[in-house]
């Protein structure tokens, strides 16, 4: 199954309509795990099936309901062939459920984890589990370091347990440094940006100046979204050891109920009803500059990710070729090898692309949600 093929992958705009006086989101697990065997496919599939149709159920009776699919696996192979192992098992479930859904592709995150949260129970541990979002319901409330803790490491928690280890995160979290792992401190890591090379073909090279524009754009895009999450931490004066998410949450203290937040797109935009201090004053406003340049960010992305898709058909169709339009280039062993070693790192290069994105926008969106729910 190929990754690239869905749209947006690990994309989950989690939505928050805040201001004040309304009811925050809340999650719940109401569905069985979906175990699966060596690769992906399910153990019991009129189980999956029924769980596929259950998730969908539950996203066609509200608008407001959204998934979070989380893919696990067992302690075999390496760490980063685990988590492509967890990827796609989240994926497929995920292609099942928009399939049958038709819902927007926004309103279905998926996440991986590696071996490192493995039980031993291999067939327990090759799972992908569901979480439904909704928001604007009075019951179930959670706090903002919940919604949070469950999207970062996948463990869900509870009001008790908050309260008795202070809010912190879970003992279980890996800190193997996979994207969105971190303890608060920023949004979801961004990855390098890819790059490509001239191999000297003419054919090939045509080819991948059309990737190299694209590459362009992506990169441009992802110095945004980090520029966003440096003027936020800059805007509050964040300093070592202080969390992102505290340093939101302080101000939010020292605002009250002078703020109010709406949706600016997909970003909140903060409002000022009252009187504040100025300080405080000139960390909203460079907060809510930040959103709209994020928001500038995350526009450019869905475009990144649609072109990137015939790209990539195209780009596994030359890596075929490469030996052969070399060869055909009249070039000499040793050129015809270093042609050919570029044009394989440019295919990879330009098949990352659609994964590179999609972390960027989680990167995006992950900033995006706790400035959202700071309010």
Aim: charged content about 25%; glycine content about 8%.
């Amino acid at each position: 199954m190929s990754r690239s093929t869905l749209f947006p992958g690990i994309l989950f705009l989690f939505v928050f309509t805040l201001s004040c006086g309304q009811k925050k989101p809340w999650v719940s697990s109401p569905f069985e795990p979906v175990y699966f065997e060596t690769g992906y496919q399910a153990a019991d599939q009129a189980q999956e099936a029924a769980v596929v149709s259950q998730a969908v159920g539950f996203l066609e009776e509200d608008d407001d309901n959204y998934l979070l699919i989380l893919g696990y696996t067992d302690r075999s192979g390496s760490y980063k062939s685990g988590v492509t192992r967890a990827q796609d098992r989240a994926q497929h479930i995920r292609e099942l459920i928009l399939q049958q859904s038709g819902v927007s592709p926004f309103r279905v995150m998926v996440k991986a984890y590696g071996k490192k949260k493995a039980s031993g129970d291999a067939s327990r541990d090759r799972r992908v589990e569901l979480l439904l979002y909704h928001r604007g319901k009075k019951e179930n409330v959670v706090t903002q370091e919940m919604v949070l803790q469950t999207r970062r490491t996948g463990t869900v928690l509870d009001p008790a347990q908050l309260s008795q280890d202070g809010g912190g995160g879970s003992k279980d979290q890996d800190n193997s440094g996979g994207k969105g792992e971190s303890s608060g401190t920023a949004g979801a890591e961004l990855p390098q940006c890819p790059q490509v090379e001239d191999s000297g073909l003419d054919e090939m090279d045509q080819f991948f100046a059309k990737v190299r524009d694209l590459l362009d754009t992506l990169c441009a895009v992802m110095e945004k979204v980090a520029q966003a999450q440096t003027n936020v931490e800059e805007a509050l004066g964040v300093a070592s050891g202080v969390t992102l998410s505290s340093a939101l949450d302080q101000l939010a203290t020292q605002v009250g109920d002078s703020i109010s937040v709406t949706m600016n797109g997909t970003v909140p935009s903060l409002t000022v009803s009252g009187d504040i201090p100025p300080d405080a004053q000139q960390a909203v406003d460079a907060i809510d500059a930040a959103m709209e340049d994020l928001q500038g960010a995350m526009d450019q992305l869905p475009q990144v990710l649609e072109q990137s898709q015939d790209l990539v058909t195209e780009a596994k169709t030359l890596a075929s070729r490469a030996t052969s339009v070399a060869k055909d280039a009249g070039l000499s062993i040793t050129e015809m090898g270093k042609a050919v070693k570029t044009i394989k790192n440019n295919v990879s290069a330009t098949t990352d692309i659609p994964d590179v994105a999609e972390q960027a926008m989680d990167a995006a969106t992950e900033l995006a949600d706790l400035v959202g729910q700071s309010f």
